[in-house]
């Protein structure tokens, strides 16, 4: 169901995205990121702030804090896994890999590189730390605002 917790919760996850992917795309080499990654990065963070930020903005602000981490931990890894099995379609089509478990585990080593390089930029952490504290504060008035 609709309601404007969940709109803002998506808007503002997707926000928070954004941010944190700008950050990210600086540090990362030539060629990982390509011209949609940002576009694709602030889709997952509008529909993990619809499914799951969205859903606990009734329990208060405090109550609400570990669902806001809930919801980073979502958006993080739905990102790398998405961007990971992306690569891995364009490296199959070059006929890198020699079968679907190699290809399966090249995923993996490509989502370890990409958590290498989240590591290496600290300003993207502390971007989504802050900004999904406050994408989940923002959901909480919201659900206070219009129910």
């Not at 917790?5 to 998506?10: R, S, T």
């Not at 997707?14 to 694709?40: N, Q, S």
């Not at 993996?108 to 300003?123: D, K, S």
């Amino acid at each position: 169901m609709p309601t404007a917790a969940k709109l803002i919760a998506a808007l503002s996850l997707a926000v928070v995205a954004f941010f944190a992917t700008t950050e990210i795309v600086r540090t990362l080499p030539d060629g990982m990121a390509g011209p949609r990654f940002v576009i694709v990065n602030c889709a997952i963070g509008f529909l993990v702030g619809w499914k799951v930020l969205g859903r606990y903005a009734d329990r208060g602000y405090r109550g609400s804090i570990p669902f806001g981490f809930w919801a980073l931990s979502n958006l993080v890894f739905w990102a790398m896994v998405t961007h990971s099995i992306n690569e891995m379609l364009s490296e199959s089509t070059k006929l890198r890999y020699d079968g679907v478990m190699e290809a399966l585990q090249g995923t993996f080593e490509i989502m370890l590189e990409y958590a290498i390089v989240m590591i290496e930029a600290p300003a993207s952490i502390v971007t989504l730390l802050i900004g999904s504290l406050l994408a989940t504060w923002a959901s909480v008035w919201a659900d206070k605002r219009w129910k």
